[in-house]
């Protein structure tokens, strides 16, 4: 396939990270070509979703069905004050189009379920997981294992932090590891610093990824602990029996 | 065996926030019970009414996945256990 051009403007907008050795023009091409959807537009998809479009992500479709809240500004930075009671994928697409007019957005008002999921991340070559909830979490993963997409998942607590990548076929997904997901009481603590870590290891995991350069958090979990300042690596197992990608078992 | 067992924050409720425990054990069942014997109620944070860990959960041994039959797998002197929950904000 004919790769795309690079404009004298993106040689200029992307010089710094053109300049990395294992990325090159060639890297910048490749991100220009991709698509990525990031599902949840809060503390996680909102840097998330900066970065891709700051790296220059061709195509980033962000989806949430919530509405911006006065509550969620101490961490979804792509929300302002002035956005209070927008749907949020408007609120982010506005934005990003403007940080970076040159690559295409879409945003969609949806809430996730297991009968749109597949959908919504078709035709995408990674999806971010910025979702607040399990149950969305555990549907976009079953959908990314069924789409064999990439999926890179991310969670937070109050100060503590996890992610790993997830190839379908090849890792563990996130059901083979944990089935399923604690009941949550009421709303859990966060700081913003939190999901901002989180997403940004995230957004590296996806340019390496669709790039083809160096280690990817794949078959391993990264924990992190912003109090105690500790960052575990550990390696997950597959389970055979995983209901959602048993079958997919190399 | 002596084995050093380290708590999720999230668990530390039934450690009066202790982090790190020494426990002893000829597999991670036998840590877990002596872990509840020095932190009474702790097991029902890491296992359901049957007895099998909790789906949420997952116990590393020197940072590799302990799952499947967690709690039969052996452990040898100076390991060092992680319990892990997931956790699901975004």
């Known amino acids: 396939m004919k790769r795309c051009m690079l404009l004298e403007s993106d040689l200029v907008r992307y010089g710094r990270q053109i300049l990395y050795p294992n990325f090159g023009e060639e890297g910048q091409k ?42 969620n500004l101490n961490r979804q930075i792509l929300h302002w004050e002035g956005d209070i009671g927008e749907k949020k994928p408007l ?40 979702m607040d909830n399990f ?42 590891v944990f089935p399923e997901g604690p ?22 995991e996806v340019i390496k990824y669709l790039v083809g350069f160096g280690e990817l958090l794949t078959g391993k979990m990264l924990y992190t602990n912003g109090e105690t300042m500790e960052f575990a690596l550990v390696n997950l197992t597959k389970n055979p029996d995983c209901k959602v990608c ?5 | 065996m002596s084995v050093k067992v380290r708590i999720h924050p999230l668990l530390q409720e039934f450690t009066g926030g202790q982090e790190v425990a020494e426990v002893s054990g000829r597999n991670v069942g036998e840590c ?18 049957r007895g099998k860990v909790l789906n949420y959960l997952e116990i590393y ?29 975004g």
């Open chain 1, 30 to 71: 490749e991100l220009k070509e991709s698509h990525v959807a990031v599902a949840g537009l809060g503390g996680l998809g909102s840097p998330a979703s900066i970065y891709l479009a700051c790296a220059g992500v061709g195509h980033i479709t962000v989806v949430d069905d919530d509405h911006v809240e006065l509550s």
């Open chain 1, 183 to 204: 009941k949550i009481p009421g709303m859990i603590p966060v700081f913003g610093v939190t999901p901002a870590l989180i997403a940004i290891l995230q957004v590296t």
């Open chain 1, 135 to 176: 149950e969305g979490r555990f549907i976009l993963n079953s959908a990314c294992v069924a789409e064999g997409i990439p999926f890179i998942h991310g969670g937070i607590h109050g100060l503590l932090g996890e992610i790993t990548t997830i190839i379908p076929g090849k890792t563990p997904c996130l059901a083979c």
């Open chain 2, 32 to 49: 877990l019970d002596h872990l509840e014997i020095q932190f009474p109620g702790i097991k029902r944070g890491l296992c359901d009414k």
């Open chain 1, 91 to 130: 609120s982010a697409a506005q934005k990003l189009s403007q940080l970076n007019p040159s690559i295409e957005v879409t945003p969609i008002f949806e809430r996730i379920t297991e009968g749109n999921a597949k959908d919504i991340i078709k035709g995408a070559h990674a999806v971010i997981d910025g």
């Open chain 2, 61 to 89: 041994i020197n940072s590799e996945s302990s799952y499947p039959e967690e709690l039969t797998k052996s452990v040898n002197d100076g390991d060092e256990l992680t319990i892990v929950i997931l956790v699901g904000g």
């Open chain 1, 246 to 250: 048993g079958g997919n078992r190399k």
